[in-house]
């Protein structure tokens, strides 16, 4: 019993501390993301000593047709702005490579390849699908996921 009071203080000063990610999504009406539709997400870096890794955040339901996504992703930084089109894969031959609950896929896949210092300002992504199909169905969201890490 006198373990509890410690616990529940650790647990408490733990959900205190800040946890350095920036993380958004964009829901889609009806399971369908149109090619026109695309998420914009803003945020400030004001720390240039961290590292950071970015994630696609992206949810599906199991019956989305295609083992992949093909997107084009831009990003705005302080100097510079650069598109980069990608493949990400979400399933294997036997299953997503999401963490599934029920018949809901999430995705978070990094899509730098090592982790990168970021100058002080503010950055903009913007996803567009570009997918054959349009509206892609079955698809939930869409989002990133920016995180500091060790490196």
């Known amino acids: 019993m006198k373990y509890l009071g410690v616990i529940i203080f650790s647990v408490l000063l ?9 993380e958004k999504s964009m829901n889609f009406e009806n399971q369908k993301w149109a090619s026109n539709v695309q998420p914009s997400f803003t945020f400030d870096i004001t720390d240039t000593t961290s590292f950071q890794n970015f994630y696609l955040v992206l ?6 047709p295609y083992k992949n996504i093909w997107l084009e992703l831009t990003i705005k930084s302080p100097y510079d702005t650069s598109v980069i089109k990608k493949e990400f894969a979400l399933a294997d031959n036997s299953k997503w490579l999401g963490s599934s609950i029920d018949d809901i896929v999430e995705h978070r896949t990094i899509f730098n390849p090592q982790p990168i210092p970021l100058k002080k300002g503010s950055y903009s992504f913007t996803l567009k699908q570009i997918m054959r199909d349009d509206p892609l169905p079955f698809i939930l969201s869409a989002g990133i996921r920016v995180q500091k890490t060790n490196r």
């Open 14 to 22: 733990a959900s205190c501390t800040t946890i350095d990610v920036y």
């Open 59 to 64: 949810r599906h339901t199991e019956k989305y």
